[in-house]
């Protein structure tokens, strides 16, 4: 229950329904009945963040465990993180309506490194020492999971234990021996030496970091016998690992109103630029037969008629029309409607049309990435394009008129011509409308291209890459623009001003800290939101703080450098990622887990697609 | 095929739901309950479900009614509230369910309790209460009022049906006004004139306590 202090401010903000609880399916404790208070918090609005799928299961996960009551935050709109700062209202968890500072643990998800300023803004409304070294005794223990840990640096200074990889089983452990030590009355420093122990716990405050006088790092030195290598920790069995049957409802709405089932974990595909492709290998699938059981207790539990099947690219399901066919027995009868994202233009079949165009008929939407073949080549996006312009035939004949492109701009290798060849591959989708022989008649295609800005990640074979200079992909968002003749296709780009930020934070290292504490300070959050998000101001922080942003952004690595993430082992063998950039330089692409295994190194966690029979 | 009507409570955390949340809570609810009702035709097709009178955002109620239809003649209405409040979030209780005998066209005026404070306590409650009694009797009492054709000028006094003041130290009262599809008047309409007269933010905590026909008689 919300505190009864802030009914007076509701009224005063925007979507107050956001800071009350009470929905259906929260789950409410006596405090004096857990040994562990757990404030899970999601550094973006309740919107969004009630939307992630990780946050449901963790909650429902921590929740089932009679000594742990798990609670949700989530960070306050300005709006009413004034009226809290004036009103001294300290950051609450919504079950409870109790100050995070009441809390054993306060745990931050990672989605995107635009919320990192929202993390320590959260510390702080919840009275919180924002750094981990003014953070004393067994309570208030911070930890972050999700993928920003895998390269956590930039916020190691206010994180006191990091989770690698899949939470399922560590946190639980995490909190296992802080009960232990809670009970047997140890110190924090000495509860976090033990984590350091726990296979996928990384504590940062353990390593120390030496640099070299061209700012790249030195040394990674573990302290007090922590490990060399921290580990990332995989659900091997998605069958057995824990999925909940039922969620939060909430009351209002949010981004994605409706039930989730995972179908499966990791992408055998191998983009070369894409993060989630190599942190989360090897590819692990639930069979039908539990996805189908999962997804109807989640349907009938939550009143949902709306299934969204998640994974990073659902028509590599090796089962998908079996799926399909299985679910649709119980869906169609139910009317629960099932949306299948992130399809693959190859994995399109007219099989795979049928069973999902009898329930909702909405857009489609493909990511081509790169407007030329080579450059989708050199990226490894296997997306041919007479397959591409063959399936939005087969839609318009279906009756589709609009379809959506996504692409990104400033790859690796690319030239003006790649650039050009994104216009180009809209405008064939156009011709394609006009030729397809059944078009919906009377009708006009409307094709929408959108092009992001590229941002090096780590862990992939594009973590050595420099980012193109603002002003290049601006020269490029422009050519794309000029480049397009034809008012049936509309254009999209996202501000590269964020994307620089998000690459100076995604393979930055720890003195970036000092950077977002400033930040901070300067009442800088929200730097994801357009409402909120100024360059200006970061670059004067970045200034203040005598730190050259283009050195982390802008700078071509060498193989040889020590990356701020070395000690943290994700299954992914450098010598692969190496190989996999030098064969994107010629422009080859890779086969595909399914078709052969590379030997990236995820096959020593034994199992998925690893072992599957090829 | 049955017209039914269920009145419910809405209060605590689901004062914040908006008129438009609330219809979605309540469609899931009615999917979730598995009640047999008739769903609208065509390609959409969803619960049919209409409310009477809309709740404005941040007030509670305690006569709040929804109407939809139930396929089979046979149902148990007495068991709807308790299938249904199983299936709600705590917020919202469902009491009671009849075959609807009112038309929402009926409905004439609404009963509000109301609370008012004064957010910097600069105005003791009875003070406060004292102001409002003097408010309430100046001849004319205008304020600008959105209609459909635009803002127009209306003197509230003539719309006050009743205001009994039921404890002064607390500034809490009753008050009834003219509700309902052609004229609609919104008690914050007259506590904002109010605050303005007496130059104070203030925080008003308003429940719907009832919602009448012609002559004073309980909708249903
Ligand atoms: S070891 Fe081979 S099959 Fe397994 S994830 Fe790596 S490349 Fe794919």
């Known amino acids: 229950m919300y505190p009864k202090e802030i009914e007076k401010l509701l009224l005063k903000v925007q979507k107050p329904g956001r800071y009350v609880g009470g929905e259906l399916g929260e789950v409410i404790k006596d405090k004096r009945d857990v040994d562990v208070r757990f404030a899970f918090c999601f550094p973006d609005t309740y919107e969004i963040g009630m939307s992630h799928l990780g946050i449901k299961i963790l909650y429902s996960l921590f929740n089932e465990k009679p000594y742990i009551w798990c609670e949700r935050v989530f960070a306050p709109w300005i709006d009413m993180e004034a009226q809290m700062r004036e009103h001294d209202i300290p950051l609450y968890a919504l079950e409870s309506g109790d100050p995070i500072s009441d809390f054993d643990f306060i745990g931050f998800t990672l989605q995107y490194e635009l919320s990192y300023t929202n993390v320590v803004n959260m510390l702080d409304l919840g009275g919180i020492p924002l750094l981990s070294k003014d953070r004393h005794g067994l309570e208030h223990i911070v930890v972050a999971g999700g993928p920003c840990a895998c390269d956590p640096e930039p916020i190691a200074d206010f994180i006191d234990i990091f989770f690698l990889g899949d939470g399922e089983e560590v946190d639980l452990e995490v909190i296992e021996l802080y009960r232990e030590c809670k009970r047997e009355g140890r110190s924090r420093a000495e509860f976090l030496r033990l984590a350091a122990n726990i296979k996928g716990v990384y504590v940062p405050s353990l390593y120390d970091i030496s640099y070299n006088e061209d700012g790249t790092i030195n040394a990674i030195t573990p302290l007090d016998g922590a490990p060399e290598v921290i580990e990332k920790r995989v659900m091997m069995d998605m069958d057995e690992s824990f999925y909940p049957d039922n969620f939060v409802v909430p009351n209002i709405e949010i981004v994605h109103d409706r039930a989730v089932e995972e179908i499966f974990r990791g992408c055998i595909r191998g983009c070369r630029f894409c993060q989630a492709g190599f942190l989360y290998r090897p590819v692990r699938e639930k069979s039908v037969e539990c996805i189908s059981r999962q997804c109807h207790a989640l349907c009938r539990n939550t009143g949902y008629d709306e299934v969204s099947l998640s994974s990073l690219s659902s028509s590599d399901y090796s089962q ?243 990356l701020p993430w070395d000690h943290l082992d994700y299954g992914i063998k450098k010598s692969f990622l190496k190989r996999e950039c030098e064969r994107a330089y010629n422009s080859e692409t890779s086969p595909n887990c399914r078709e052969k295994c590379l030997g990236c190194g995820a096959a020593k966690y034994g199992g998925g697609v690893c072992f599957e029979k090829r | 095929m049955k017209n039914v009507r269920v009145f419910f409570e809405k209060h605590g955390s689901c004062k914040y739901i908006s008129h438009l949340d609330t219809n979605r809570v309540m469609l899931r609810a009615i999917g979730k309950s598995r009640l047999n009702i008739w769903y609208t035709e065509g390609f959409n097709r969803h619960a049919y479900i209409t409310f009477a009178l809309p709740l404005s955002l941040g007030f509670a109620s305690t006569c709040e009614s929804m109407d939809f239809r139930i396929l089979d003649d046979d149902e148990d209405l007495s068991s709807v509230p308790e299938r249904l409040n199983a299936c709600l979030p705590e917020g919202i209780r469902v009491y009671r369910c009849i075959e609807s005998v009112h038309k929402p066209a009926d409905i004439e005026s609404a009963e509000y309790d109301i609370t008012l404070e004064d957010t910097s306590d600069n105005i003791s409650a009875k003070e406060l209460s004292d102001k409002l009694n003097a408010f309430l009797e100046l001849p004319e009492i205008l304020v600008d009022k959105k209609t459909k054709k635009g803002m127009k000028q209306v003197d509230l006094k003539q719309y006050i049906l009743d205001f009994r003041m039921k404890d002064p130290e607390k500034t809490s009262f009753t008050l009834t006004l003219p509700a309902g599809a052609t004229l609609n008047i919104n008690p914050n309409l007259l506590i904002n004139a109010f605050a303005e007269y007496v130059s104070a933010e203030l925080y008003a905590d308003i429940t719907r306590t009832g919602v009448y026909i012609k002559g004073g008689e309980d909708f249903a």
């Open chain 1, 320 to 562: 998908v029309v079996p799926l399909l066919k299985e679910l649709n027995s119980w869906a169609k009868p139910e009317n629960v409607s099932l949306s299948l994202p992130s399809l693959r233009v190859d994995g399109f079949t007219d099989d795979i049309l049928d069973e999902i165009k009898t329930v909702r008929k909405s857009g489609l939407t493909f990511a081509p990435e790169a407007g030329s073949q080579r450059l989708r080549d050199a990226i490894n996006k296997n997306v041919r394009e007479d397959e591409l312009i063959n399936t939005c035939r087969v839609a318009f004949e279906g009756g589709y008129t609009t379809v959506k492109l996504y692409f990104m701009i400033g790859l690796p290798t690319e030239t003006m011509d790649d650039v050009a060849d994104i216009a180009n591959l809209g405008r064939k989708v156009v011709d394609t409308f006009y030729s397809a022989e059944n078009r919906p008649k009377g009708k006009s295609p409307r094709v929408t291209v959108s092009a992001s800005s590229f941002v090096p990640k780590p862990f992939t074979p594009f973590q050595w890459e420099p980012q193109d200079s603002m002003d290049t992909l601006r020269e490029k968002q422009r050519h794309i623009k000029e480049s397009i003749t034809t008012k049936k296709i509309t254009f999209n780009y996202h501000d590269s001003d964020t994307s620089f930020l998000e690459a100076v934070f995604a393979r930055g290292d720890r003195r970036l800290g000092k950077a977002v504490l400033e930040a901070h300070k300067r009442g800088m959050r929200f730097d994801g939101w357009s409402d909120c998000f100024s360059l200006q101001n970061w670059l004067e922080v970045f200034e203040d703080c005598g730190i050259d942003p283009t050195f982390y952004a802008n700078r071509r690595r060498s193989f040889d450098e020590i």
